[in-house]
């Protein structure tokens, strides 16, 4: 998984419609919008699940480890 701290940034080469950030237990933690760099400070630590949605309805899931 990938370690953040305070800032999750996010690499898509298409546009981003939604930012989903879930505990490993499905509670949603954080929800944002077209946003590349993500505040990950206020989390407390352990594994999330990140879901990235694009303009062209692809949602992506990745697991990080905020540290």
Do not use: C, H, M, W
């Not at 370690?3 to 944002?32: C, P």
């Amino acid at each position: 998984p990938t370690l953040a701290q305070d800032i999750l940034n996010i690499s898509s080469a298409v546009e981003i419609s939604s930012v989903k950030i879930f505990s490993l237990l499905g509670q949603e933690v954080f929800s944002g919008s077209d946003s590349k760099v993500i505040p990950v400070s206020a989390l407390n630590s352990g594994t999330y699940i990140v879901e990235v949605k694009t303009v062209n309805n692809l949602v992506s899931r990745q697991k990080f480890l905020k540290k």
